[in-house]
Antibody, heavy 116, light 110 residues
Framework: QVQLVESGGGVVQPGGSLRLSCAASGFTFSSYGMHWVRQAPGKGLEWVAFIRFDGSNKYSADSVKGRFTISRDNSKNTLYLQMDSLRAEDTAVYYC?????????WGQGTLVTVSS | QTVVTQEPSFSVSPGGTVTLTCGLSSGSVSTNYYPSWYQQTPGQAPRTLIYSTNTRSSGVPDRFSGSILGNKAALTITGAQADDESDYYCVLYMGSGIVVFGGGTKLTVL
């Protein structure tokens, strides 16, 4: 069965960086696009970024453009989100999700807290 | 700026039927947007209920159904149960991997 396990969350100061990982199993990772989605405390779901199955194209939300970079290593079945210049408003649970045009299977999420 | 609209809250009686909707600030929702629906309870990851308008995910009870109603996507729960009390989110595919979530509907069963 599809399994997605996020890691790398934690507490970071404003302006700092963090890299999230998402380990995938139970499906042919190299055949599917992948999303990152986040949810701030008490708020709704917000799409963050998408990467095509082969990494050839990447798209991100305006709120993170120029600060966050999505990438993947198909040899390791792993998705990444490099987050730089973090702000307090980036505090959220970050989910990775397998794509079927839209997020389909979800991981359990990893919490990122940006605070001094 | 595309805005996906959902009712902020809804209530339904146990055993009743409720239809939640998912619209666009400008234009109509069609199957080309691959509308999908998620259920989320506090502290849990979203669970996919419906994808591609009306396909139920594995293990989802058939009391959940998806459709296009007029110019919106719709999620209908028939025979609501107490554990259907959750937040429900829709999402629309905008092309090139970009998706937009609705603000979510808080469903109360009472």
């Amino acid at each position: 069965q599809v399994q997605l396990v996020e890691s790398g969350g934690g507490v970071v100061q404003p302006g700092g960086s963090l890299r999230l990982s998402c380990a995938a199993s139970g499906f042919t990772f190299s055949s599917y696009g992948m999303h990152w989605v986040r949810q701030a405390p008490g708020k709704g779901l917000e799409w963050v970024a998408f990467i095509r199955f082969d990494g050839s194209n990447k798209y991100s939300a305006d709120s993170v453009k120029g600060r966050f970079t999505i990438s993947r290593d198909n040899s390791k079945n792993t998705l990444y989100l490099q987050m730089d210049s973090l702000r307090a408003e980036d505090t959220a649970v970050y989910y990775c999700a397998k794509s079927n045009y839209v997020p389909n299977y979800w991981g359990q999420g990893t919490l990122v807290t940006v605070s001094s | 700026q595309t805005v996906v609209t959902q009712e902020p809250s809804f209530s339904v009686s146990p055993g009743g039927t409720v239809t939640l909707t998912c619209g666009l600030s400008s234009g109509s929702v069609s199957t080309n947007y691959y509308p999908s629906w998620y259920q989320q309870t506090p502290g849990q990851a979203p669970r996919t209920l419906i994808y591609s308008t009306n396909t139920r995910s594995s293990g989802v009870p058939d009391r959940f159904s998806g459709s296009i109603l007029g110019n919106k996507a719709a999620l209908t729960i028939t025979g609501a149960q107490a554990d259907d009390e959750s937040d429900y989110y829709c999402v629309l595919y905008m092309g090139s991997g970009i998706v937009v979530f609705g603000g979510g509907t808080k469903l109360t069963v009472l």
